[in-house]
């Protein structure tokens, strides 16, 4: 049996599906739900028509593009990957994010299993990943996606009750994820985060990111800081693995402001923008679309997201440095 299995390419590991599936998982989201609600938010404050339509379209592929890309990532064979595709849309509608994802993952694999094995795969292989991503959207989608949702209700619940710390909790959990290996953006969704939660979530990754790009300067120059402070802080994750003491900057950072956030300057966003920090400044953005666009939301954008993170991060790591917890090199990143 795990000769087969080995054969076909399902590994029934939690490494794979959780890490690596869920990583594409996110390139799927970003792909159609976010780019999407960026484009039809430019739109309705430019008065384009077309952008609104567009970002419209985006979003609604939101099942399909999750399919794909799970697909992809799990590195399927084309009749599964494209049948996949089906699987996704059916979880989306069916079971809404948290679902698709389950959906895709199950279908993915049930594909493989009968990949090739028959004269007629051009008609088992889809039919049964088909079959197989629609039954686990039909019957486990829906409970899948409540659970989900209500885990994400009451940590939105328990920040309005505790803002000091539980927006602290959120900030640093969902900072330590966008760095680590997994997605903040697909957690930060699948939770459904909305509101001071989401606002306490946006500044802890955005704090990871500007964090970390600030205080890599002297090892990876101007083009590091943008890789990182606009692409993504995972780039450091092989370093953090190596010297974990790297994250205190950020992290703290972090944790501090989050709290100033929430409860001087009540700081909120979507799920689309609470684990998506300062990549592709889509964590600002959809915080303008939640809170408005003013010159006061422009300032706190730049305390909170940018200058902040900037000048904490730079005192502790400097602190650290002279005191050898830091050495020079320990944040160097393959560009």
């Given at each position: 049996?795990?000769?087969?299995?080995?054969?076909?390419?399902?590994?029934?590991?939690?490494?794979?599906?959780?890490?690596?599936?869920?990583?594409?998982?996110?390139?799927?989201?970003?792909?159609?739900?976010?780019?999407?609600?960026?484009?039809?938010?430019?739109?309705?404050?430019?008065?384009?028509?077309?952008?609104?339509?567009?970002?419209?379209?985006?979003?609604?592929?939101?099942?399909?593009?999750?399919?794909?890309?799970?697909?992809?990532?799990?590195?399927?064979?084309?009749?599964?990957?494209?049948?996949?595709?089906?699987?996704g849309a059916a979880g989306a509608e069916l079971g809404s994010?948290?679902?698709?994802?389950?959906?895709?993952?199950?279908?993915?694999?049930?594909?493989?299993?009968?990949?090739?094995?028959?004269?007629?795969?051009?008609?088992?292989?889809?039919?049964?990943?088909?079959?197989?991503?629609?039954?686990?959207?039909?019957?486990?989608?829906?409970?899948?996606?409540?659970?989900?949702?209500?885990?994400?209700?009451?940590?939105?619940?328990?920040?309005?009750?505790?803002?000091?710390?539980?927006?602290?909790?959120?900030?640093?959990?969902?900072?330590?994820?966008?760095?680590?290996?997994?997605?903040?953006?697909?957690?930060?969704?699948?939770?459904?985060?909305?509101?001071?939660?989401?606002?306490?979530?946006?500044?802890?990754?955005?704090?990871?990111?500007?964090?970390?790009?600030?205080?890599?300067?002297?090892?990876?120059?101007?083009?590091?800081?943008?890789?990182?402070?606009?692409?993504?802080?995972?780039?450091?994750?092989?370093?953090?693995?190596?010297?974990?003491?790297?994250?205190?900057?950020?992290?703290?950072?972090?944790?501090?402001?989050?709290?100033?956030?929430?409860?001087?300057?009540?700081?909120?966003?979507?799920?689309?923008?609470?684990?998506?920090?300062?990549?592709?400044?889509?964590?600002?953005?959809?915080?303008?679309?939640?809170?408005?666009?003013?010159?006061?939301?422009?300032?706190?954008?730049?305390?909170?997201?940018?200058?902040?993170?900037?000048?904490?991060?730079?005192?502790?790591?400097?602190?650290?440095?002279?005191?050898?917890?830091?050495?020079?090199?320990?944040?160097?990143?393959?560009?």
């Amino acid at each position: 049996m795990g000769q087969f299995l080995e054969r076909k390419g399902v590994t029934l590991s939690p490494k794979v599906y959780f890490i690596t599936g869920f990583s594409y998982f996110a390139l799927g989201l970003m792909s159609s739900l976010v780019i999407g609600l960026i484009l039809k938010t430019i739109g309705e404050q430019a008065g384009w028509p077309f952008f609104i339509k567009m970002g419209t379209v985006a979003m609604s592929m939101l099942g399909p593009a999750i399919g794909a890309a799970v697909a992809y990532g799990l590195e399927a064979p084309p009749l599964v990957l494209f049948a996949t595709v089906t699987a996704g849309a059916a979880g989306a509608e069916l079971g809404s994010v948290a679902g698709c994802f389950v959906a895709s993952l199950i279908a993915v694999e049930a594909g493989k299993l009968v990949s090739k094995e028959t004269k007629v795969d051009i008609l088992v292989t889809p039919a049964v990943t088909v079959f197989a991503g629609f039954t686990v959207a039909y019957f486990a989608g829906p409970g899948i996606d409540q659970f989900m949702k209500g885990f994400g209700h009451l940590v939105m619940w328990a920040t309005d009750q505790r803002p000091l710390v539980m927006s602290i909790l959120v900030a640093l959990l969902l900072g330590l994820a966008l760095t680590g290996p997994i997605s903040s953006a697909a957690i930060a969704i699948m939770l459904g985060l909305e509101g001071t939660a989401a606002g306490a979530a946006t500044i802890g990754c955005a704090a990871q990111m500007i964090g970390f790009a600030t205080i890599s300067f002297r090892e990876n120059g101007f083009g590091g800081w943008i890789t990182q402070g606009i692409g993504t802080s995972k780039l450091q994750f092989p370093n953090v693995v190596r010297n974990p003491r790297i994250l205190i900057p950020p992290t703290v950072a972090g944790m501090i402001l989050a709290p100033i956030g929430t409860l001087v300057f009540q700081m909120t966003n979507i799920p689309a923008g609470a684990g998506m920090g300062t990549s592709g400044l889509v964590g600002q953005i959809m915080t303008f679309r939640t809170m408005g666009f003013s010159w006061d939301v422009f300032l706190y954008i730049v305390l909170l997201h940018f200058a902040g993170p900037i000048m904490i991060s730079l005192v502790l790591s400097e602190w650290m440095r002279k005191k050898g917890y830091i050495a020079f090199g320990d944040m160097k990143i393959n560009q």
